[in-house]
């Protein structure tokens, strides 16, 4: 149950270390993203297929928490 967690960033990555702007958690997210985002990009390359679709779906929805998460270093 996450109940106490206003975003899945949170209970994905730590309500605490993302409310400290801990630097060890920012520079994990950093990194995540990017290997996000190369995944992504070499999955733009291959051919459509049901598989690769949810593929996509899970890699945006990663990418969308680790983008909300680094919110919290603004």
Do not use: W
Not at 40 to 54: F, I
């Amino acid at each position: 149950d996450n109940n106490c967690y206003s975003d899945e960033a949170e209970y994905q990555f730590g309500k605490c270390l993302l409310e400290m702007k801990d630097i060890t958690l920012y520079e994990y997210l950093q990194r995540e993203l990017s290997v996000n985002q190369a995944i992504m990009s070499d999955l733009e390359k291959k051919d459509e297929s049901p598989a690769l679709t949810r593929r996509r779906e899970t890699l945006e929805a990663e990418k969308s928490c680790i983008e909300t998460a680094l919110t919290y270093y603004d």
